[in-house]
């Protein structure tokens, strides 16, 4: 063999069986459609009538549920108007573009229950057995974000309070602090404005007919989106307790819980997006653009 011969055989590449030095490559992740169809019964929990809120308008009903942990106070308020009927035959008569839809008594012509004046309830104090499942990003507006049942909230050293995310259930106020009683709600329809955390009570969560809000004519009155005129205002037909409709009226539905292994899957499937439009994933959610599943459930058994 010659001496070049030699040298070609010393430098060329050694052919090795395909599957040889290989590694297997790691398993798809799941998409967030694969990670709900792999949920179990258990996985969802369903809204409790005493804790929600039925807001039917000529165009449909939509469907919140009243935080059990935060603002105890105010929500007890919520809840004694609603049983009371107060809202009926009120109006919607604000809808200010990208930012909310509120309700109430504008004009003072409806006396409302005597509600005694409460603290704020902007925030609550950490305590034992306050629940709150945390997302793993960082956010801009508070030490942690993440969930307590279903809803954005978020916390510091000592404190925890709801976000104002797109869905997200106020209580108007005047410039006191202690002045919001309940009777005047809003709900966000636009870009989350959370400079108002904090600074308002956050009570609750829309589940069901965003749509009917955020689709509402806006407002032009006074730079806030009030309506001018009577004709503008969007009846309230009824607001009441879930728990005060007869079972064959009510909209049953269940929300993914947080406290189940699946709902970490979830929040992952969010983080980063493997659907096959998506070139790269962001490795980051916000806590307001995750949308907690919601679905419709046939009644319970009589």
Same mark, same amino acid.
């Given at each position: ?9 010393? /430098?060329?590449?050694?052919?090795? +069986? ?7 490559? =790691?398993?798809?992740? =799941? ?10 019964p258990?996985?969802? !929990? %369903? ?20 935080s ?6 105010? /929500? ?19 809808? @200010? ?8 008594d ?12 409460m ?7 950490? *305590?034992? &057995? ?14 942690? /974000? ?30 006191? +602090?202690?002045? &919001? ?9 636009? @870009?989350?404005? !959370? ?8 009570? &609750? ?11 509402? =004519?806006?407002g ?12 503008? !205002?969007? +009846?309230? %037909? ?8 007869? *079972?064959?009226? !009510? ?5 993914? %819980? ?14 980063? %997006? ?19 599943p919601?679905?419709?459930?046939? =009644? +319970?058994?009589k």
């Open positions: 063999m010659s001496r070049a011969a030699a040298l070609l055989l010393a /430098v060329a590449p050694i052919s090795l +069986p395909a599957s040889a030095g290989q590694t297997t490559p =790691p398993p798809k992740a =799941p998409t967030t459609a694969e990670v709900l169809a792999a949920s179990k258990e996985d969802w !929990r %369903r809204l409790d009538p005493a804790d929600t809120l039925y807001v039917d308008l000529a165009a449909g009903r939509v469907v919140i549920e009243l059990r942990v935060h603002a105890p106070r105010h /929500v007890a308020a919520i809840k004694s108007l609603a049983q009371a009927r107060y809202w009926d035959g009120l109006a919607i008569n604000r809808v @200010q573009d990208n930012f909310v839809v509120q309700w109430g504008p004009d003072n012509q409806k006396p409302a229950p005597k509600i005694a004046p603290p704020p309830e902007f925030v609550a104090p950490l *305590a034992k &057995g306050l629940p709150f499942t945390a997302l793993p990003d960082a956010d801009g507006w508070a030490k942690q /974000v993440g969930f307590t049942q279903g809803m954005a909230a978020a916390r510091s050293a000592n404190e925890q309070w709801l976000v104002h995310c797109y869905g997200a259930l106020g209580v108007g106020r005047d410039n006191a +602090p202690e002045s &919001g009683l309940g009777n005047e709600l809003y709900v966000v329809i636009g @870009q989350s404005p !959370r400079q108002l955390d904090g600074n308002v009570a956050v009570v &609750g969560k829309v589940w069901r007919g965003m749509e009917l809000l955020a689709a509402l =004519p806006r032009t009155g006074g730079g806030l989106g009030l309506y001018e005129k009577m004709e503008q !205002r969007v +009846p309230i %037909r009824s607001l009441r307790l879930a728990s005060d409709v007869p *079972a064959t009226e !009510r909209t049953n539905l269940e929300v993914l %819980r947080e406290d189940r292994e699946i709902f970490a899957n979830f929040v992952e499937s969010r983080r980063n %997006r493997r659907d096959e439009w998506y070139v790269r994933p962001a490795g980051h959610v916000d806590v307001c653009n995750l949308a907690i919601v679905r419709d459930i046939q =009644p +319970p058994a």
